[in-house]
């Protein structure tokens, strides 16, 4: 059974940082490209960023190009999406997501990060 478990995330002022981790167990984590999606109240899901499998390179929106950064250690099965210089409009529930097929698509449960002074 595939799972991913995230951690990190709360609550920080703007200007601040914070890191979200993303445990996967269940498939061969380190052929799989992982993304991080977030989605704000009354907004569409927006993918965020993308990491390759080896996390050689990475993809990020232009909305948090700058400030956030995706890697992944394959010897721990976990991504990272580090997030810094944050702003109120970062607030969302951030998930990791793994792609394998359109039927196997599987999520994290969501985690909440809260930007606000």
């Known amino acids: 059974q595939v799972q991913l478990v995230q951690s990190g995330g709360g609550s920080v002022q703007p200007g601040g940082s914070l890191r979200l981790s993303c445990a996967a167990s269940?498939?061969?984590?380190?052929?799989?490209?992982v993304n991080w999606y977030r989605q704000a109240p009354g907004k569409q899901r927006e993918l965020v960023t993308t990491i390759s499998s080896g996390g050689v390179w990475t993809n990020h929106a232009d909305s948090v190009k700058g400030r956030f950064t995706g890697s992944r250690d394959n010897a721990k099965n976990t991504v990272y999406l580090q997030m810094n210089s944050l702003k109120p409009e970062d607030t969302a529930v951030y998930y990791c997501n793994v792609r394998v097929t359109v039927q196997r698509d599987y999520w994290g449960q969501g985690t909440q990060v809260t930007v606000s002074s």
């Open positions: 269940g498939l061969i984590f380190s052929i799989w490209t």
